[in-house]
């Protein structure tokens, strides 16, 4: 298993372009979520999918879109960049097993808005 | 709101020095506990979790970490630190009723060879 994946791992963006950030699973998880992790911040939920065909706003979702496309596939789209969306973005997945839920993470796209 | 606490934004200690360090959420409900590392330039990995049961929870690479209900308290231990264990560490929680897992800020250790 491959577990969460992500592309890019970097990318470079000038403010108002867009782009789309693309994370899948293999583990046949229901869940997926996108974070942004900032110095001192810990990380931020942007939006969630608790099952495929369902997605909703985290705390920070302002400026983001997101597609759960399907059961494997949960992007994320920057419509307008902004330096403020510079960040590293982490996609994770997770099961929930009786009230337990475990959530696994992918590597990480490092972001930068000039 | 619902946040964690993480009293110390950066340790340092020496490789065979002990390791607490100090989280505490607020939730006055059920709670699942986390604690996840990451290792520079990597993703974040569970190093320990807390569903019910034994407060002590072990976890891997000789971690542990105790809850304390009356608390509100998470906290987590290595006896003795290496230089390996160099990372940022978050401590997490979700309340059993809801979907939002709530990280804290992190703590970043430095561990001198």
């Known amino acids: 298993n491959a577990g969460v994946t992500q592309t890019p791992k970097f990318q470079v963006l000038k403010t108002g372009q867009s782009m789309t950030l693309q994370c899948a699973q293999d583990m046949n998880h229901n869940s997926m979520y996108w974070y942004r992790q900032d110095p001192g911040m810990g990380l931020r939920l942007i939006y969630y999918?608790?099952?495929?065909?369902?997605?909703d706003k985290g705390e920070v979702p302002n400026g983001y879109n997101v597609s759960r496309l399907n059961k494997r596939e949960f992007s994320l789209r920057l419509e307008s960049a902004a330096p403020s969306q510079t960040s590293v973005y982490f996609c994770a997945s997770s099961v929930s097993r009786e009230g337990q839920e475990t959530q696994y993470f992918g590597p990480g796209t490092r972001l930068l808005v000039l | 709101a619902q946040s964690v606490s993480q009293h110390n934004h950066h340790v340092i200690l020496s490789e065979a020095a002990s390791l607490e360090l100090g989280c505490n959420y607020s939730?006055?409900?059920?709670?699942?506990l986390f604690w996840y590392v990451q290792y520079p330039g990597q993703h974040l990995q569970l190093l320990l979790k807390y569903f019910s049961g034994d407060p002590l929870v072990k976890g891997i690479k000789g971690f542990e970490a105790e809850f304390i209900k009356s608390k509100f308290s998470f906290n987590l231990r290595k006896p003795s630190v290496q230089w390996s264990d160099t990372a940022e560490y978050f401590c997490?929680?979700?309340?059993?009723?809801?979907?939002?897992?709530?990280f804290g800020a992190g703590t970043r250790l430095f561990v001198k060879a």
């Open positions: 997490a929680f979700r309340n059993t009723g809801g979907f939002k897992t709530i």
């Open positions: 999918s608790a099952s495929e065909g369902t997605t």
């Open positions: 939730y006055g409900g059920t709670v699942n």
